[in-house]
């Protein structure tokens, strides 16, 4: 098992910028890649970013250049800094870990792929 618990979500406004945080515990030896979604209201959730554990990123077209997922693994905590932040990266924002055997590389970006979330942390962006 592993628990995850986001935090940094917030207000900001167009062309700002904002950094997310997941902290993740339990049984951490097992994740292979952790990755960010998120989520409006009347849709599913939308692969935003991935970092294998060896570091390799992968990214959502929408978000590529103003997104960067990063991590510290001596503090198991998953990062994504968000700049020029536009109105549509409005949503819930979930952190999520793909703690099986996976054969693809880099990290995938579909929702059915990882195996725990955490609660999520709101972004909401004005113009």
């Known amino acids: 098992q592993v628990q995850l618990f986001e935090s940094g979500g917030g207000s900001a406004q167009t062309g700002g910028s904002l950094r997310l945080y997941c902290e993740a515990s339990g049984y951490t030896e097992s994740i292979y890649s952790m990755a960010w979604f998120r989520q409006v209201l009347g849709k599913g959730r939308a692969g935003v970013a991935a970092?294998?554990?060896?570091?390799?990123?992968s990214y959502a077209d929408s978000v590529k250049g103003r997104f960067t997922i990063s991590k510290d693994n001596a503090k198991n905590t998953l990062y994504l800094q968000m700049n020029s932040l536009k109105p549509e990266d409005t949503a819930m924002y979930y952190c999520?870990?793909?703690?099986?055997?996976?054969?693809?590389?880099?990290?995938?970006?579909?929702?059915?792929?990882?195996?725990?979330w955490g609660q999520g942390t709101q972004v909401t962006v004005s113009s």
């Open positions: 999520a870990v793909l703690a099986h055997v996976w054969v693809g590389y880099p990290a995938p970006l579909e929702a059915y792929d990882y195996d725990y």
């Open positions: 970092i294998v554990s060896d570091g390799m990123t």
